[in-house]
């Protein structure tokens, strides 16, 4: 038996995964910046920011895949 909606679903999750990883690196970089500029510390902040955005990015990926099982 098909489960509803399956199609649409993964779609949908196709569609957010790649979105969830841009907007984790966008907001890690921005408040990497953000420091940067308050600490006066530049780029290594704004650097360190991408990283954990990344990394963010991917357990929100992960997160989202074992939900196709």
Do not use: N
């Not at 509803?4 to 841009?22: D, S, T």
């Not at 600490?39 to 989202?64: N, Q």
Request: charge should be positive; glycine fraction near 18%.
């Amino acid at each position: 038996m098909k489960k509803k909606g399956g199609m649409w679903k993964g779609f949908g999750l196709a569609a957010a995964m790649p979105v969830q990883l841009v907007v984790a690196v966008l907001l890690g970089y921005e408040g990497g910046h953000f420091l940067d500029r308050r600490l006066l510390t530049t780029p290594w902040l704004g650097i360190a920011g991408v990283l954990v955005g990344v990394a963010v990015g991917f357990i929100g990926i992960y997160r989202m895949g074992s939900w196709l099982k």
